[in-house]
C-alpha cells in the first residue's frame, strides 16, 4: 500500500448537488475555504449543467469567479458540453471533469444522451482545454452496478475508462454511483482497468449507501490505488441515482488513512470543523461516524 494518499474533495458539488435547502454563494465559499484550511488540495467546487436539471449548482460561475487564483489548490468543476465549457473557462475554471456512465441506461437518465453521444460531446470540451491549458478529470459512474440496469460489465467499465483516458484525461475516478459494490467486485474491477490505465491514474468514487465504501477503498488500496474521492459529514447523491446517499466522509476516510500510517496531509481536526459548518448550515447532522464520535467532545 502507498505510504501517501491524494484525497480529492467533492463536497461542495456531489455533496450538495442534491440537497434541497439551497445553499448561499456564503456558505460554499465558506465551506471550500476550510477546506482548503484543512489541508485539501483538489476541491470539486460546482458544475456547469443545466439549472434546470441541478439548481443546486446554479451559482458555480459566482463561486469560481471568487477562488483564489495561484494559491497551489485545483479547484475542479464538472462541465457535461462545450456550453458548460464556454462557461467555465469564462469563470476561470482551471480544471475540468468530464462524466460519462459504464451504464447506457444511467447514462441518458443523467445526461441525456448515450454513452457514445457522450463521448463525441467531450471530444471538443478536451480540445478547448488543451488550447487553454486546462486539466481534464474523467468520471465513470456504475462502475459497480447502476440503479436501473443492475449489474454493469467490468468490459463496459473498462472500454469507458480507456475512452476518457484517449480523450486525454489525467485521471479516471471510477464511481460506485449507489454504494452497492462489496471489496472483491471492487478490486476486480479496479485491477481490470488497472490493466489498460496506470494504476497510479485512478480514483475511486464511492458513495456508501450500504456502508460499504471503506471496505471497498482498503480493498482497492491494498492494490496500489493512491487517489480517493470523499466528501465531509458524507454528504451526497446523485438526482439521477435515485436512494444513492452520501459519498464517503472525507473525516472517516482520513481517520482510516492516518490510523494505518498513510500520508494525507489534512488536519483531521479541521475537516471534521468544516463537515460540521456544513452540515449546520443544512440543519442536520453529520453523516460522518468520526465526526459523530467527537461531537460535544
Ligand atoms: P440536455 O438535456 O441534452 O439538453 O442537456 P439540451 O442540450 O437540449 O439543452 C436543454 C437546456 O439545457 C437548454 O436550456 C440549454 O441551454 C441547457 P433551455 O433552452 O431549455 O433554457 N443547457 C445548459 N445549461 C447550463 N449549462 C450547460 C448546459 N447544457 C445545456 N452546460 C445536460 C445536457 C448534460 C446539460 C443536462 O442533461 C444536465 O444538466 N444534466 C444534469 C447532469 C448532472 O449534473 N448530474 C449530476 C452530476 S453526475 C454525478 O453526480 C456522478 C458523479 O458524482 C460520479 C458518480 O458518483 O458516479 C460524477
Ligand atoms: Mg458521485
Do not use: W
Not at 487564483?69 to 464538472?78: I, R, T
Amino acid at each position: 500500500m502507498s505510504e501517501h494518499v491524494r484525497v480529492v474533495e467533492v463536497g461542495p458539488r456531489d455533496g450538495l448537488q442534491n440537497e434541497k435547502t439551497p445553499v448561499s454563494v456564503a456558505t460554499k465559499t465558506g465551506l471550500i475555504g476550510r477546506l482548503v484550511e484543512a489541508g485539501l488540495r483538489t476541491i470539486e467546487v460546482g458544475s456547469f449543467v443545466s439549472p434546470k436539471r441541478v439548481p443546486q449548482m446554479a451559482d458555480t460561475d459566482a463561486i469560481v469567479r471568487q477562488l483564489p487564483k495561484d494559491d497551489g489548490v485545483a479547484y475542479q468543476v464538472l462541465v457535461p458540453n462545450e456550453q458548460g465549457m464556454v462557461a467555465a473557462l469564462d469563470a476561470g475554471a482551471r480544471e475540468i471533469a468530464v462524466f460519462a456512465s459504464a451504464s447506457q441506461t444511467f447514462s441518458h437518465k443523467n445526461i441525456n444522451c448515450s454513452i457514445a453521444e457522450s463521448i463525441d460531446r467531450f471530444r471538443p470540451v478536451a480540445e478547448m482545454a488543451k488550447a487553454n491549458d486546462v486539466k481534464v478529470r474523467g468520471y465513470v459512474s456504475c462502475v459497480l452496478g447502476c440503479p436501473y440496469e443492475g449489474e454493469v460489465s467490468t468490459e463496459a467499465v473498462v472500454s469507458v475508462s480507456r475512452m476518457l483516458s484517449d480523450l486525454g484525461c489525467y485521471e479516471i475516478s471510477l464511481g460506485d454511483t449507489i454504494g452497492i459494490g462489496t471489496p472483491r467486485q471492487a478490486r476486480s474491477v479496479v485491477r481490470a482497468v488497472a490493466g489498460e490505465i496506470d494504476i497510479g491514474r485512478l480514483a475511486l468514487h464511492f458513495h456508501d449507501t450500504r456502508g460499504q465504501a471503506l471496505a471497498n477503498i482498503l480493498a482497492c488500496l491494498e492494490d496500489g490505488i493512491v487517489v480517493v474521492d470523499s466528501a465531509v459529514a458524507g454528504l451526497g447523491g446523485c438526482p439521477y441515482a435515485p436512494g444513492a446517499s452520501g459519498n464517503v466522509a472525507t473525516e472517516d476516510l482520513v481517520f482510516m488513512l492516518q490510523g494505518m500510517g498513510v500520508e494525507t496531509g489534512i488536519d483531521l481536526d479541521k475537516a471534521i470543523a468544516a463537515g460540521n459548518f456544513i452540515a449546520a448550515a443544512l440543519g442536520k447532522p453529520s453523516g460522518s461516524k468520526v465526526a459523530q464520535s467527537t461531537a460535544g467532545a
